[in-house]
Structure formats: C-alpha cells, structure tokens
C-alpha cells in the first residue's frame, strides 16, 4: 500500500498470500523492499519465488523474480536494479540456472532477460455459440469440486500430461494443496479446481478455471487434462456444457445479465481444441515470459540428454562434429561424438570464420526455448546467420519449435 499497489489493500495481488499464508516454496524473508532512511517509508519491493521446471522432461531450478514495484517519485534511481543484482545472486545461490519474469513490454531486457516462451493466448467461444445442456441421454462423465483426496490424481495427471510442452513446470502434492487450500478467494493467483469423473466415481481428468468473470465478461479455463485411454471426443462436449452452466452461476453472482465468452487458454495444440474447433469465434496471440539465462553452457549441460534425444530421433543420428555458436562479443562450442554431447567449451568469435552459427545480443534463447526456428530469426535479425549444409540440420535437430505451457509458482 505505501508503494501505491492498486488493489493491494484488498489482497487483489498474491502478497498478502505469500506474506501471510504458509506457501511450499516461499517464505517472508524471500521480499526485497527500500525503506526510506528519514521516514521509514518502503519505497520499492520486489520477491523471489523459487520453482522448478522442466525442459523435455528434465527438472531444472528456476528463480521467479516478481511483484517489482517502486513508488512514483523514487523512480529512475537505480533502486530496481540493485534489487535485481540481489534476487539474481539469490537465485545463483540457490542452483537455479534460469530466472522468468512476466511483465511490462521491453522493460526487463536491460536486466538481461529476453521474451523467449509463450506466455497466455488462446481461443474465444462466444457464449451464444456454445451448446445447451444435453437433453435426454444422461452424460457418462460429470464434474465436481476437487477434494485432498484427489491431490495425488491431480500431480500425476498433471505429471503425465506435461512432455506435450517443451517447458512445463513441476507442481507435487504441495503446491496442488495449496493451490486448493492456501490461496486467498480474493488473490488474482486463486484457480477453482474441477474433477471429472465417470458416473460410477473413478476420476478420469480435471480442470482449472478462474474463480471470476474476467475483462468483458470471460469465463478463463486455464487447465483440461484427461488420463490416457479416456475419449477427449466424449469428455471435452461435458466440460463445454459444464463451463456454460458455470459462466451463468459467476454472472448471476457477480450481478450481470450473462457471460459472453470461453476463453480456452490453451496452446494451439491442446487436444480438446480439436473438438471445440468448430466453436471457435476469436483467436487471441498471448504474450511472452522474460526469461534470463546467465550461464547458457551450464543450462546445455543440463538439458544435454534431450539434446541427444532429439539427435537420435532425427536424420543426423549419430552426429560427429563441433557446432561454433556465436553471439559476436562470445561464444561456445558444442562438441559431438557418434551423437553424445562430450564437452561444451567457450570460444571467442573471430571475423573470418565462416563455420559456424551467430545469433546476435539474447536471441539464441528463442531458438533454445523453441520459440522461434532458425528461418524466423533470420527473417527477424539479418546478423542471425547460420552456416549452410549440417550445421543448419544439426542445429534444426537439437532445438525444433515447440510450444511450452508454464502454470509457474507464485
């Protein structure tokens, strides 16, 4: 409240929750603030949640800085800066490799973070495009209120369902718990859990929406995952159903005539959009997460077994040879033999070197994160250049595009 927060005083923003309430990976002492010598005044604050996701299925620490705020008229001093320069050894201390941040436009790339994974988007069904209860035949499936007893089926789930991304992050028993118990109703980070379940009581999937009607009357499903074996074809029709009914429950609550629109903030490639296609009014781009790596070689190091994965799923299986990677003022090299990963060195560029793949400034974190391939960053970055023949297959083979779908820890 004294740094002028709007909504802090109602505990709109997850800091009273994380402030007050007991949270799996955060405690108090994890804020940052500037108090104002003479007053006493807390003038700037930020925090760091630690977390961990994964890339292609491997678990890796990431360091959350967030909540950054400064008062109007304590701006332009440096103090976020020397907060950042805290958080990031913090978070080195910690083992993290990766520090994510969401956030205003531009603003977090003069800290050395870059916007290199999808962040939200999603799909728009218009309520009066939506189908009516089913009349008649009874559904196999129905949807109820998660209980403690379901914590288990939902990390597992959620566990198996995750190699669909690139980036997923790891969310154990703990935070399911407190994602059902220990949020405050009124925090913007609070989700509603549903389980689907047959008619007989064995749960077959789950789903996340948002606890309220958001801008322009949307009703947000942030998560639907079913267990192998069940028929998206059978259950998706339920949930839809289920989300209408729901949407009208939250209006009525909220006072408002109807709910206009289901928004689906599911990647492009999420099963249950296959089924809702047809529903489909709006197609909305999302955002992107910051996303800072200080060590790149030490990251490859970790990730190095889906590098090889990758390799010997692809036409240069069994790949020898040393790819030069460039970032003009440094560089590393990436050492191959019969498609292992043995050594990761670093080099300096040299002008008349032509064997070798230079991505200017943070842009080889989009290749590295899958959010951009090899001909987008050309198109965007003429310095972005990449030798012809293997160099362009290998490095195609190591990092694909592919969509990543963080529900992070905050």
């Avoid at 006493?40 to 292609?56: E, F, G, K, P």
């Avoid at 060195?345 to 959010?371: N, Q």
Wanted: charged content about 25%.
């Amino acid at each position: 409240r004294d740094i002028g927060v709007t909504g802090v005083q109602t505990c709109a923003l997850p800091i009273c929750d994380l402030l007050t309430t007991p949270h799996p990976t955060f405690i108090p002492s994890d804020f940052l603030i500037v108090e104002e010598r003479d007053s006493h005044r807390i003038v700037s604050a930020m925090c760091l949640i630690s977390q961990t996701w994964t890339y292609d299925g491997i678990p890796f620490g990431v360091g959350r800085p967030e909540l950054v705020a400064t008062a109007p008229d304590f701006r332009r001093r440096g103090l976020v800066r020397k907060q950042f320069d805290l958080i990031h050894a913090w978070s080195a201390e910690r083992g993290e490799l990766v520090q994510a941040i969401t956030g205003i436009p531009n603003f977090y790339r003069q800290y050395g973070y870059e916007m290199t994974v999808n962040l939200g988007g999603g799909r728009m069904a218009y309520r009066t495009d939506l189908p009516e209860p089913k009349a008649g035949e009874p559904d196999r499936y129905r949807v109820r209120p998660a209980t403690s007893e379901d914590i288990p089926f939902l990390a597992e789930t959620y566990r198996l369902a995750a190699p669909r991304y690139l980036l997923a992050s790891v969310r154990d028993e703990a935070l399911w718990r407190h994602a059902l118990f220990e949020r405050s109703e009124a925090s913007q980070a609070a989700r509603s859990i549903r389980i689907v379940e047959t008619i007989a009581g064995n749960a077959v999937g789950y789903l996340v929406f948002e606890p309220r009607l958001e801008d322009q009357r949307e009703l947000i499903l942030r998560q639907l995952e079913v267990i192998k074996g069940v028929s998206w074809l059978e259950v998706t029709p339920v949930i839809v159903r289920y989300l209408r009914e729901l949407g009208r429950s939250l209006a009525e609550r909220e006072g408002l005539a109807d709910f206009e629109r289901l928004y689906f903030a599911f990647t492009a490639d999420h099963p249950a959009l296959k089924i809702v296609e047809h529903l489909i009014g709006r197609t909305h781009p999302g955002y992107a997460w910051y996303l800072r790596v200080p060590n790149v070689p030490a990251f490859l190091q970790v990730i190095a077994p889906a590098l090889e994965g990758r390799l010997a799923e692809s036409v240069a299986v069994g790949y020898s040879g040393t790819l030069k990677i460039s970032r003009y003022v440094d560089g590393f090299q990436l050492r191959f033999e019969r498609g292992r990963l043995v050594d990761i060195s670093a080099f300096r560029p040299a002008v008349e070197e032509y064997e070798i793949a230079s991505f200017p400034g943070l842009t080889f974190l989009h290749l590295l994160f899958g959010y951009r391939s090899i001909e987008e960053l050309r198109y965007m970055f003429t310095d972005c250049q990449v030798s012809g023949g293997e160099y362009r297959v290998v490095l195609n083979a190591l990092f694909p595009k592919k969509a990543s779908d963080v529900w992070p820890v905050e």
